[in-house]
């Protein structure tokens, strides 16, 4: 799985105002979502992207295309603004640390998903799975843009790129190219939408 997680008030939609936040509960079972307002001032954001790669965790299958995409990605993001968490060091307090300080977000990971208890989806890291539940529970306060899913949104992040399917390793170095050199002119957001 790879996940980029990004967002910046230009790639916001139009629907969303900078006074606004997603918020989420669950209803017998069922996410629900709802909008909630938030007072908050946006200061400027210096870039920062956090770049988690896996290449093989404890109990899956090894993802040796990840090295190639950390090579994409150091192609469009400076080497000043990126924080790379790969191998032993992609630990869940890392990353959630990460996330913390990183304005965008790429995860080059295993990721599962719980049908019967989605917040307790997740992604497979060093030292086991990273739940959506303790990502939502976070709420990333510089979170811009990741590549992922509606639970990122959830957790603070204003934009979000994923997958309606499981995609092949040796397909994800092609994507995260393409995608970041869209997104990213001269190693800061471009402002243009996919």
């Known amino acids: 799985m790879t996940i ?3 967002a910046g008030a230009q790639q916001v939609p139009s629907c969303f105002f900078p006074s606004t936040q997603q918020g989420f509960t669950m209803q017998m079972g069922q996410p629900q979502f709802h909008l909630q307002t938030l007072q908050y001032h946006r200061t400027p954001l210096r870039f920062k992207f956090l770049a988690i790669i896996q290449p093989s965790t404890p109990g899956t299958n090894p993802l040796p295309g990840t090295i190639e995409e950390l090579k994409r990605l150091q192609v469009h ?7 790379i968490l790969r191998g032993s060091d992609a630990t869940t307090a890392k990353v959630l640390s990460g996330m913390d ?6 995860l080059a990971c295993h990721g599962v998903q719980d049908e019967s208890d ?15 539940s303790a990502i939502i529970q976070k709420h990333i306060p510089r979170g811009e843009f990741a590549f992922l899913a509606a639970g990122m949104l959830v957790a603070g992040y204003k934009g979000v790129i994923g997958t ?3 995609i092949r390793d040796n397909d994800a170095p092609f994507v995260a190219d393409k995608v970041y050199g869209r997104l990213l002119k001269n190693g800061q957001p471009s402002g243009v939408h996919l």
Request: net charge negative; aromatic share 12%; with cysteine.
């Open 4 to 6: 980029f997680v990004f």
């Open 118 to 132: 989605p917040l307790q989806s997740g992604l497979l890291l060093e030292d086991g799975r990273l739940q959506l």
């Open 77 to 83: 993001v400076p080497a000043s603004s990126i924080h």
């Open 101 to 106: 300080e990183c304005s965008w977000v790429h």
């Open 164 to 166: 309606m399917w499981s």
